[in-house]
């Protein structure tokens, strides 16, 4: 055998060897780029549902205000009934006593439209609460995957736990997202 020869087995040698060396880092960083994707998707649609409730608690604010407005205007109408002379008195009454009936309806009403667009917005600001935890999950696991990624251009298993020490920080982030109800 010659010296060339001996020369190239240990390079190849060493390189296997290197490359075994790095197999744990490239299945942490594919197991990391898993979670991010993960972690990304959650967020989208946790920032998805907390603009359609928003749409939905601004809907139902709408509809007690309408309802509010209506509310109003039958009151003024009432009291106009009241105040000025009628050709029909009993008529007159009579569509007093309907509209307060249409008044009592409202009320109650009324107060179920403004518990269920409050109970929309406490949703809102739990599904941004949660997003803010599934972004800085996703920023942690994105900044855990390049930082490990060093490791397979320089060889030093440093920014493998670096990475790995983010990473972890990220799914932290994400579970605590998670739990929150």
Known sequence: MEANEAQELQEHAEHGAHESAMRPVAL?????????ALTTVMGHR????????????SDTWNE???KKIRAYNTELETSLLNV???ANPDG???????????????????KELSIHAQELEGEVALAEHK???FDLGEALLEIGLV???????????AYWFAGMASSLGGIISVLFALSLK
Do not use: C, G, P
Request: glycine residues 0%; aromatic residues 6%.
């Open 46 to 57: 946790t920032h998805t549902e907390a603009v359609l409730n928003q749409a939905k608690a």
């Open 131 to 133: 997003a803010k935890f």
């Open 147 to 157: 930082i490990t990624s060093v490791t397979l251009l320089t060889r030093r298993r």
């Open 28 to 36: 942490t960083m594919t197991i990391l780029a898993v979670l991010v």
């Open 64 to 66: 007690y205000q309408s």
């Open 84 to 86: 000025v002379a009628v």
């Open 92 to 110: 007159a009454k009579k569509l007093a006593k309907s509209y307060a009936d249409h008044q009592a309806k409202w009320a109650d009403e009324l």
